[in-house]
């Protein structure tokens, strides 16, 4: 009779196979969890910027409360790196509408590059807002860009 300390455990090789499978899935659970992070964030300090532009009637005046406001309220989102954020701000479509983007570069992120692997470029986030001359802000639009740049 054989003395069963012996055999080969098949829970070792089991272990093998499925650590780097698991691995992998709660690395990119991980970083989708930052990715939609950094995204709210980034719709949170858009829409904050809105309400602090709508005060101003001039496009000038607006643009330099949002650039302002976004230097001032960064720090509170911690998600956001200041280098990779962009702002965009102009007139879109009737005169009395004015846009605030905030662009966010996701490209040298974990996330864009597991993306890579399946398939998906999104480099850019965004968050933007419309604000209607007396009116307060109309609606935070946040979307996922694949355009190379702002």
């Known amino acids: 009779m054989r003395d069963r300390s012996d055999a080969p455990q098949p829970i070792f090789g089991e272990a093998a196979l499925l650590a780097p499978v698991l691995l992998l899935i709660m690395l990119t659970l991980s970083s989708y969890g930052h990715a939609v992070a950094v995204h709210l964030s980034?719709?949170?300090?858009?829409?904050?910027?809105?309400r602090a532009a709508a005060a101003r009637e001039a496009d000038g005046q607006?643009?330099?409360?949002?650039r302002a406001h976004v230097a001032r309220r960064l720090g509170a989102h911690?998600?956001?790196?200041p280098a990779r954020?962009?702002?965009?701000?102009?007139?879109?479509?009737a005169p009395a509408r004015f846009e605030i983007?905030?662009?966010?570069?996701?490209?040298d992120s974990l996330f864009?590059?597991?993306g890579s692997l399946i398939?998906?470029?999104?480099?850019?986030?965004?968050?933007?807002?419309?604000v209607e001359s007396g009116t307060r802000p109309m609606?935070?639009?946040?979307?996922?860009?694949?355009s190379a740049g702002p």
């Open 42 to 50: 980034l719709r949170n300090l858009a829409a904050e910027t809105a």
């Open 62 to 66: 607006r643009e330099r409360l949002a």
């Open 78 to 81: 911690s998600m956001l790196d």
């Open 85 to 93: 954020l962009t702002i965009r701000t102009g007139r879109v479509g």
């Open 101 to 107: 983007a905030l662009v966010y570069d996701f490209s």
């Open 112 to 114: 864009h590059r597991l």
């Open 119 to 130: 398939g998906l470029h999104t480099p850019l986030l965004e968050g933007r807002v419309v």
């Open 139 to 146: 609606a935070v639009a946040g979307r996922l860009s694949s």
